[in-house]
């Protein structure tokens, strides 16, 4: 392909191709003497000036995070945080109002405390799993048992007696607790191999002694409280140093608590070599009834085409092991921090700016997937919905979601936007349309182009997505600053646009079966956490 004649300012399918060789204007200078440097809009600099200059991302990340907290879908927390984010809105001069768009059950954290009172004491690191029943404020001490070993569901259920006052083990202990990386980097391959073979065998094991029960796993914990079991103890190991899943609990009555993996594992070699041990809990959760859930709409007015919109997407949701860092107060401080600048830069754009900042996205998209139900005249006129939502890195990928023409009006959204924040992004046009990852994916299900910003990792998988280290010290604020960028560029060269971008659909690739493979469908949110 020859670039002779190609200049920064053409938009078209030719600088797509400029994004997708990551050539920066300086690399663009060095190899070819005598091209003009990237020249901007005035507007894209005073986006760039605003950002840089009065960034109010540390404080807004401070006031969510540390302030508010997690935001647990019908949680105190996520109330506070969805008036938090109103008045803020409002305090920019961005009008804003909070949207119901059903109810979950209410549930509020309070004090708890784990410890090993026998055969020695110790304080243990643990957690109530979201949701979980409380022990009132009372203190009780009982014996910690694993899940037996047995045959088949018959010796499960005459086992079951001897769970009545103790709490129950019901995960794998870990072999280990040094993450692949550590162990490749420092094991012998003998090592090595040895931890590996261990540690599948255990887990084969562990699988055969939950399949003998004859339950699926999310059904033991019910079982176990009803034959009497004061509490439900777990470890859900991400696979790193400290980390572990931080999820809902499925018992009613009896007490959910995540242990860490090495307390955990000193809990079941006492009990394994027969020393008994006990822990005493005492928990002061309250459960509130059912509580609306609701999602945070701003919006910024357009002039010429104010019935058009322009979404910015991000969750305000979050679980609760954390502080729900980057999962996803990074996309909402973020999202919010476009709209602040935008409010300044471009008071007046053509087309309407909405934020969307969704709730109960963790337990199935439900806010966004409401959102697109309920106002099918703002989604049959949206010309665009820009995602954030894992992590804190900057963007790299951008995917265009299945829609034909994605490589055309992206293509000329992301030449605008200066080559220090697209250097490094990886393009895939057409794409293909998300199943249900994130909140986009219910854009695109209703034939809306949506696009999820998808960021470099930082470790998001392993170190923080949904897990008790997702904190405000993982923060990356200069990655953040880059998205805000990005995103507020895109949004304002959609807003600019002519006429709505073309929706056509690709034709998608046949399924592993063969079969011709479908759009996604819209889906019906839960509206309630009824059943959950």
């Known amino acids: 392909m020859k670039f002779n004649n190609l200049i920064i300012t053409y938009f078209g ?47 807004l990340a401070f006031e969510l995070l540390d302030v508010v907290g997690p935001r647990l879908v019908g949680t105190p927390q996520m109330t506070k945080a969805n008036e938090w984010a109103l008045q803020t809105f409002e ?46 404020g009372k203190a009780i001490e009982a014996e910690v ?36 990386a550590n162990w490749k980097e420092y094991g012998t391959p003998e090592s090595i191999e040895k931890m590996n073979k261990n540690r599948d065998s255990l887990s084969a094991a562990w ?56 307390d955990y594992g000193i809990l079941y070699r006492l009990a394994e070599k027969g020393y008994k041990p006990k822990i005493k809990v005492e928990t002061s959760s309250k459960h509130l009834g059912n509580v609306p859930s609701f999602n945070t709409i701003a919006e910024i007015k357009g ?61 199935g998209l439900n806010g966004s997937r409401a959102f697109v139900l309920d106002n099918p005249e703002i989604v ?15 963007v790299a990928n951008i995917n265009g979601s299945g829609f034909v023409h994605s490589y055309d009006f992206m293509g000329r959204w992301l030449a605008a936007v200066p080559n220090e924040i697209t250097k ?20 695109v299900a209703a034939g809306v182009p949506g696009f999820m910003l998808s960021s470099l990792s930082w470790g998001y998988f392993s170190n923080t997505w949904h897990t008790n280290l997702d904190t405000y010290d993982k923060l990356v604020f200069d990655d953040l600053l880059s998205n805000v960028i990005l995103t507020a560029v895109l949004t304002y060269k959609a807003t600019e646009e002519p ?34």
């Open 303 to 363: 002039t010429e085409f104010p019935d058009e919109y322009v979404i910015l997407s991000a969750h305000l949701d979050s679980w609760e092991g954390g502080s729900g860092a980057t999962d996803n107060g990074t996309g909402t401080i973020a999202m919010m921090e476009v709209a602040r600048v935008l409010k300044k830069v471009l008071p007046n754009p053509k087309r309407s700016i909405i934020i969307g900042l969704w709730g109960s996205e963790e337990q």
């Open 13 to 59: 399918r030719m600088a797509i191709l400029v994004l997708a060789c990551g050539f920066s204007t300086d690399l663009q200078a060095q190899r070819f003497p005598g091209r003009a440097a990237q020249k901007l809009d005035p507007i894209v600099e005073q986006i760039v000036k605003e950002a840089k200059d009065n960034s109010e991302l540390e404080q």
């Open 424 to 443: 490094d992004i990886k393009t895939d046009f057409p794409g293909s349309p998300g199943g249900g990852g994130s909140d986009h994916a219910s854009f």
């Open 91 to 136: 305090k920019w001069g961005i009008p804003a109002k909070n949207q119901q768009f059903g109810e979950w059950h209410g549930w509020e954290r309070g004090i708890s405390h784990i410890d090993m009172t026998y055969p020695r004491q110790k304080s243990l690191a643990g957690t109530q799993l979201a949701w979980s029943p409380t022990t009132n």
């Open 207 to 262: 699988n055969n002694r939950v399949k003998a029960t004859g339950l699926a796993p999310y059904s033991i914990p019910t079982v176990l409280e009803d034959a009497g079991a004061v509490g439900i103890l777990s470890s859900y190991w991400s696979g790193e140093f400290g980390a572990n899943k931080i999820f809902g609990a499925r018992s009613h009555k009896a007490p959910s608590l995540d242990i860490s993996l090495e």
């Open 145 to 180: 048992i694993p899940l037996a070993d047995f045959k088949d569901s018959l010796a499960f259920r005459a086992w079951l007696p001897q769970v009545k006052g103790k709490y129950v083990m019901i995960s794998m202990p870990q072999p280990t607790g040094r993450p692949d």
């Open 499 to 532: 006429k709505l971008v073309d929706r056509e659909k690709r034709v998608l690739p046949a399924d592993r079966n063969g079969q011709p493979a479908t759009w996604p469908a819209i889906r019906q949110p839960r509206r309630s956490g009824v059943g959950y």
């Open 380 to 394: 049959e006129k949206t010309q665009a919905v820009f995602n954030l939502d894992n992590g804190t890195g900057r």
